[in-house]
């Protein structure tokens, strides 16, 4: 039994996509919080803030990482995960924790071709260029401080995957 993966980073980084490759290569289980959380609750993201508000959110969120933390499990988590220090050091305590990293327009640039508006709302009003520059400028130290290991999320998935599982180790000879 491995210690689960946790993948961290702004929204459009990769984390569902990526962790979806990665459960596949190495077997495991595949969980992402806020799909968890939309099971669950049978509301989307959108839905939840709109009734309840981001605190309330941030609360169910912090709910949905313990329920879904599993032992041989990669988990996606939400982008604003790291914003609670409880968070933080439950993901590094209980498992390996990636940081996808890429620039806020690469970022941007991906939402606004798939903005997946229900898992998305707005978290400042701001357009999503700006928006994207603002929050990885306030949360890069809390993505950096919760990670074990950093990797560049701008290569094409499969590379993205590769590297994750250098930086674990867990890369098999093919
Ligand atoms: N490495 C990548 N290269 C190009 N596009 C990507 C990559 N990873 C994810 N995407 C695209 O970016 C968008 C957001 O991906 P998603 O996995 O939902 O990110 P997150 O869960 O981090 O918000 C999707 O349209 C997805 O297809
Ligand atoms: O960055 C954020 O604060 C959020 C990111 C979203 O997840 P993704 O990063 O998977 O899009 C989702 O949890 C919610 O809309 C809040
Ligand atoms: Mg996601």
């Not at 933080?88 to 327009?105: C, K, T, Y």
């Not at 990885?136 to 999320?153: F, M, P, S």
């Not at 590769?162 to 890369?171: G, N, P, T, V």
Request: proline share 5%; with cysteine; hydrophobic share 40%.
């Amino acid at each position: 039994m491995s210690l689960p993966i946790y993948l961290i980073g702004a929204r459009g980084c990769g984390k569902t996509t990526i962790g979806q490759a990665l459960s596949q290569a190495l077997g495991y289980a595949f969980q992402d919080t806020d799909h968890h959380l939309q099971l669950a609750t049978q509301r989307s993201v959108a839905d939840i803030v709109a009734a309840e508000g981001w605190d309330s959110f941030r609360a169910r969120e912090t709910e949905s990482l313990r329920a879904v933390t599993a032992p041989d499990t990669v988990i996606a988590t939400g982008g604003g995960m790291v914003l609670a220090e409880v968070n933080r050091r439950f993901m590094r305590e209980h498992g390996q924790v990636i940081w996808l990293n890429a620039p806020s327009d690469v970022l941007a640039g991906r939402l606004e071709r798939q903005p997946e508006a229900a898992q998305r709302p707005t978290l400042t009003g701001r357009p999503i260029a700006e928006e994207m520059h603002d929050i990885l400028r306030e949360r890069a130290h809390l993505y950096r401080q919760a990670a074990h290991h950093e990797v560049n999320a701008m290569q094409p998935p499969e590379r993205v995957v590769e590297q994750i599982l250098q930086s674990l180790s867990l890369a098999r000879a093919s």
